[in-house]
């Protein structure tokens, strides 16, 4: 059995969105890259997984060059060995499961973990997509995950509260925050990291099935008005939230 | 091209979730402006609220049931909501995205080979193909996109779409028996959290920031929230010190929210803060520094110290409902 994480090379969600001359993307200049923050957490759960199986681990990702200094993060933290899927063009979800898809069937991964969404486009689905490909079974969302033989009992988030999903392997989980405590890759594992070689390879190539017209900035909200800095301007609060904005 | 629109209809304890009906409004305005037909289909056990849909537009709903399908089964669900769209020839599938939407709509794409746009914010028509709005980096960008392939799959942002006026019209519903349903993925126990109110389908959520000094003070955002109604949502500082679960936090690594009325308290208002809660219709900010960056993004606040002015505000909210 192998393990799989896929990883997400995304900007740093304390960056500053810029949109770029073309309008259709971010400005990258000045833009700090890093994992993106859910994948830490899948990351994680690959590990304990890889701890008490015993069986090696996989960190694959899709995109530019640069995606490799997310994937030598998941070196440091212990995975074994990491690949590349090269790609300089611009993909939508569908194009980038279908190349994540291909190289998991390649490395035969029976257990995929996924980051819950990537902090760029967020849109939440390339863990779904990605097992639907395969035929694997799936939980998204995952906030614990226990893994017995085949059967896999993983709770998931949902509005006021969690599901408890049974099913079994081969399975890809996406990891959300809460799932588990990601370990700080050690200065062992930093300096191991830093002398494997990430294989690297051209990514299966497929259509979009999405394409952008335009970016833009969402309407800024303009700034509002300060009542008063102690408790007698909340007679004056409340009736504005009645007569004026109506909300309550 | 058969020109049909379907919309997934959500149960959660055998009723059609408010959202489902946003989503099926939306769609049946879509239908109507570009001569599509439409029709819905829900999945479950009993559901009882299911002929309102009619009231959105929408005249005919299938449902599929099962006693072994009153909760939740990804495989199952997905494979009779594409098996019906692939019969129905449906083009355009409409889903909410709920943690429900969330999971289903990409499983469905693959079967049917559609392309996908997740959280729509708002849908363009007026070139007559859909051009969909969807916030992307939490928010502090949106995109304009197009599905460019023959099937298309949408998923529309809760509490974002207003559903307007209705009629009294029932839908048609016909009750398919499932003889045999996939559940190689299911459900065995839901289990229900602690808080009253989840965050992401309230219209009022009262926020808690690290400005509370430590749990112990949380009681004072829990009174106000129990006063109006609202759920309790944090920030991500409170959550990483462990006084709040990750369930409430809101922001870019928890939850995007849009409600009626967002009150935080004692939040700076950080920019991943920021991103999630932005488009709340009425922002209302706590804070005893001035220059905080939430007052920036607030309609209104109150630069004083919380522990003052939450006792006054929750006592005074009181008299107002009373």
Redesign the interface.
């Known amino acids: 059995m192998k393990i799989a994480v896929c990883v997400s090379h995304a ?1 740093d ?2 960056t ?2 810029i ?1 770029g001359p073309d309008n ?1 993307m ?1 400005d990258p200049n000045g833009v700090t890259y890093a994992i993106n ?2 994948d830490e957490y899948a990351i994680e759960e690959a590990l304990r997984a890889k701890e008490k199986l015993g069986c090696e681990t996989i960190a694959i990702s899709t995109g530019r060059t640069a995606n490799k200094e997310s994937l030598r993060k998941a070196l440091a933290m212990g995975i074994d060995n990491a690949v590349l899927l090269r790609d300089d063009a611009e993909r ?3 194009s980038t499961a279908k190349a994540l898809a291909e190289e998991i069937k390649t490395q035969s991964a029976e257990l995929v973990f996924f980051g819950k969404q990537s ?7 390339t863990g ?2 990605t ?3 395969l035929g694997y ?5 995952v ?1 614990d995950f226990k893994l017995d033989g085949n059967k896999i ?1 993983a ?14 392997l081969p399975a890809v989980i996406t990891a ?3 799932l588990n405590e990601p370990r700080y890759a050690s200065l062992k594992g930093i300096m191991a990291a830093k002398k494997k070689v990430i294989e690297e390879k051209p990514a299966l190539e497929s259509e ?11 309407p800024m ?1 303009h ?9 007698s ?3 004056e ?2 009736r ?3 007569e004026e ?1 109506k ?2 | 091209m058969s020109n049909k629109i379907l919309v997934f209809l959500e149960q959660r304890n055998g009723q059609i979730k408010k959202s489902s009906f946003e989503t099926a409004k939306t769609a049946s305005d879509i239908a109507r402006h570009l001569n599509y037909e439409i029709e819905a289909i829900s999945v479950g056990a009993v559901i009882e609220n299911v002929a309102e849909t009619g009231r959105y537009g929408v005249n005919k709903v299938t449902v599929f049931s099962n006693s072994t399908l009153a909760n939740y089964s990804t495989s199952a669900y997905s494979e009779l909501v594409a098996e019906y769209a692939k019969e129905t020839d449906a083009d355009i599938v409409f889903f909410s995205n709920t943690s429900m939407g969330k999971d289903i709509a990409p499983k469905v794409s693959i079967k049917l080979n559609a392309g996908t746009l997740m959280d729509c914010v708002s849908l363009d028509i007026s070139s007559g193909e859909i051009i969909a709005t969807r916030p992307v980096y939490a928010g502090r960008a949106l995109i304009e996109a197009k599905i460019t392939s023959a099937k298309k799959v949408f998923t529309l942002r809760p509490n974002v779409f207003n559903i307007g006026q209705t009629g009294d019209t029932q839908a048609e519903v016909v009750i398919k028996e499932v003889a045999v349903p996939n559940l190689s993925n299911k459900v065995i126990e839901i289990k229900k959290s602690e808080e009253k109110l989840d965050v992401a389908e309230a219209d009022i959520i009262v926020a808690g920031g690290r400005g509370l000094k430590g749990a112990e003070n949380f009681h004072l955002v829990e009174e106000l929230a129990d006063v109006l109604g609202a759920a309790v949502g944090t920030s991500r500082a409170t959550v990483d010190a462990g006084w709040r679960p990750h369930s409430e936090q809101i922001g870019q690594t928890g939850k995007t929210v849009s409600p009626n009325l967002y009150i935080a308290v004692g939040i700076s208002g950080a920019i991943q803060h920021i991103a999630g809660m932005s488009s709340s219709k009425c922002i209302v900010a706590i804070n005893k520094d001035k220059d905080a960056p939430i007052f920036s993004i607030a309609d209104y606040g109150i630069a004083g110290d919380v522990f003052e002015v939450l006792p006054a505000l929750i006592e005074e909210i009181k008299r107002a409902k009373s």
């Open positions: 900007p969600t304390a500053k969105i949109i259709k971010i923050p859910f939508d979800t569908l902090v760029d486009y967020d849109n939440s689905i779904q997509l097992a639907e490909l079974n799936c939980v998204s969302v906030v009992i709770e998931r988030e949902i509005e006021g509260g969690r599901e408890v999903v049974e099913t079994t959300q925050k809460g979009n099935a999405v394409e952008i017209l335009k970016m833009k900035k969402p909200k700034a509002g008005r300060i009542l008063g800095t102690d408790k301007s909340v007679g609060l409340v504005l939230l009645k904005a909300v309550i």
